[in-house]
Structure formats: C-alpha cells, structure tokens
C-alpha cells in the first residue's frame, strides 16, 4: 500500500512540474523610456521631452503640422502615441467621431477629463522595432489628416 502512494505522489509531483508555465524572462525586450527616446533620434525626430517619460515629436501630414506624444506605459506594455486635435467637441461632433473609430482602429478618438478631444493608438511593447515605430507613427497622423474635416481644422 505504500509504494503504491508513494508511486502515486511521485506521478502527481512530475505531473505538477511538467504543467507548470516557464517563467516570464526578467530580461525581455520591452523597451524603456530612454530606449524609446533613442529610436526618436534614430528615426531623424527631435524629441521634445515633456516629462521624465513623454516626448512630442512634431510630425507633418500634408497641410497639417502634429505634434504627437510618445511614452511607454505605466506597466511597461505599451509604448502610446498621442496628438490633441481640439478643446471640447459638440456632442454631435462627438458622436461622429465615436463612429468613425471603427474605421481608424487601432487609433481612437476620445477626450480627456479635461475636456481635450485626442487621437491614440498603442503599440506592443513586446518586439517593438524602430520600422514597427515608424509605421504606427505614420498611421495616426495618416489618421488625423484624413479625419481633419471631422475633428474640426
């Protein structure tokens, strides 16, 4: 009876081991703020630094000069990108733009407690490159042009 509990808590421990997940690496490659000011430079940007972990870049999309925010995020998944568009829209501009973020996702209108209406879009903080970058920063402004006659300029 024993060697057969004892065999029996022997399977149930290797069981136990076998099923366990490996361990997130302590040494992933999610960037951090100086990284991510770094890959501004990279790319020709001048970062403006806004805060110990914002930048504004000022990019242009046709006739529209943006100035975008840039920063990783309090848990360190997500680098957001950002760009204040307008103060407070009707609630009828609101509305349409409420709809119209199911056309630019992964960007999105919203506003802040403030009253400031603002475009976003987060990227992965996880494989992060500076072309991966660059592209999301090229889809929001390619975003806010589009929407101009929207937003309000």
Known sequence: MQTQW???LTLTLFGLVLAKPAPL?????????????????EL???PKTLSDKKFEVALTKGDHNIPV???VSGSGNYVWLTAR????????????????????????FYV????????GMTCDNRGLTNAILRKALDKLTSDVAATADEWGK
């Not at 490659?29 to 501004?40: A, G, H, N, S, V």
């Open 44 to 46: 020709g940007y001048e």
């Open 69 to 71: 925010g840039t920063e």
């Open 112 to 119: 802040t407690d403030k009253g400031h209406l603002m475009i």
């Open 25 to 41: 690496s302590h040494d992933d490659d999610r960037w951090d703020t100086p990284r991510l000011k770094q890959c501004l430079v």
């Open 85 to 108: 568009l307008a103060e407070t829209p009707s609630d009828e501009k609101a509305g349409k733009l409420l709809r119209r973020n199911f056309k630019i996702q992964p960007a999105q």
């Open 6 to 8: 004892l065999a029996c």
